[in-house]
């Protein structure tokens, strides 16, 4: 029993507070079940939920106890908040999303129920991770200016009055963003590369997604991906929101995309623009200088799954030696 418990990892977990499903289940209910969850996947864990406020302070103290490991719940603006703490951990650092979109936990392999989810983590394996930097702000997955941080403000809007229903607030986010969105004019630097350009959004994500649900295969990749939408009125910007729902985006006419390991935006429009950072938006002055942090961080990622060795021609016992 004793070398049992001595076996045991340990982890501890620190909620935030405000998350939707901490709200839906109280505080304590939800501590409990995560406490319930982890000993079942066979860990330890200590729970904390603490208010947004005291989600760095809580977490300095989780990383500087080098018996456990880090876990940080919440969504991807929480994950953002917490990385200039969780930066600085010399560990693997875990991440239950308990978010609306949840982009770096879907890109983790973190899907499921709550309970899957930690046991995903319980049998994980670190994986090195990129993050950005802009003006030293940093971000783990996305940034964008236009359309995008629109879309960021109104989606947390329509939070607020349509929370029985995550698809009617998406589609009340997405048409009051496509009606009021505003052409930027730019000047940006990429890959040595200068242009100006009139758009209707950009997009700064850390390494390439694909696919219909915005998934990265890596990442590690050392590069930023920016993707320009075009300014063609309210027709190519219903046809964007389109193609990004159906996985189509990447041949759009209206996009264009690039890459590079460096990239400076300057806002040619006005001197102040709201700008989206894993779904937080600021307000914030040009020129907007984003710059990688390679394997910045140590994550904890879901273990994939097995193949299932094919099944032999004959029995086993009449398997001749090769």
């Excluded at 770096?104 to 709550?114: F, I, P, Q, S």
């Excluded at 030293?136 to 989606?155: D, E, K, N, T, V």
Aim: proline letters at 5%; a positive charge.
């Amino acid at each position: 029993m004793l070398e049992t418990q001595a076996q045991q990892r340990c982890f501890r977990v620190i909620a935030n507070a405000r998350a939707g499903a901490v709200l839906e289940a109280g505080a304590d209910v939800f501590a409990q079940r995560i406490a319930t969850a982890f000993e079942v996947a066979g860990c330890r864990a200590a729970v904390e939920v603490v208010s947004p406020r005291q989600l760095q302070e809580r977490l300095r103290a989780a990383v500087a106890d080098e018996g456990v490991t880090t876990v940080i719940a919440g969504g991807d603006g929480t994950i953002n908040g917490a990385l200039p703490v969780l930066i600085g951990c010399k560990r693997p650092v875990g991440v239950l999303p308990l978010g609306t979109v949840n982009v770096l936990g879907r890109d983790l392999g973190l899907v499921g129920t709550l309970e899957e989810q930690i046991t995903a983590v319980c049998q994980g394996a670190p994986v090195a991770m990129d993050l950005g930097s802009v003006n030293g702000r940093l971000f783990h997955s996305i940034s964008g200016m236009g359309f995008f941080s629109l879309m960021a403000r109104q989606r947390e809007y329509a939070r607020r009055r349509f929370p029985f229903s995550r698809l009617v607030a998406f589609l009340f986010a997405a048409t009051r963003s496509i009606l009021f969105t505003h052409a930027i004019r730019i000047e940006m630097e990429i890959a040595g590369e200068r242009r100006q350009v009139q758009a209707d959004a950009v997009l700064v994500t850390v390494n390439q997604f694909d696919g219909a649900e915005w998934r990265r295969s890596r990442l590690d990749g050392g590069e930023f991906e920016v993707h320009i939408l075009d300014t063609g009125g309210l027709l190519s910007r219903a046809k964007a929101a389109f193609s990004m729902l159906t996985g189509s985006w990447r041949s759009s006419h209206n996009l264009v995309s690039l890459t590079g390991t460096a990239v400076t935006i300057i806002r040619r429009d006005k001197r102040r623009g709201h700008v989206t950072f894993d779904g937080e938006v600021e307000r914030s002055a040009s020129p907007f200088a984003y710059r990688l942090l390679p394997g910045a961080l140590q994550v904890i990622a879901a273990r994939p799954a097995e193949p299932e060795p094919e099944p032999l021609p004959y029995p086993a016992e009449y398997q001749f030696p090769s």
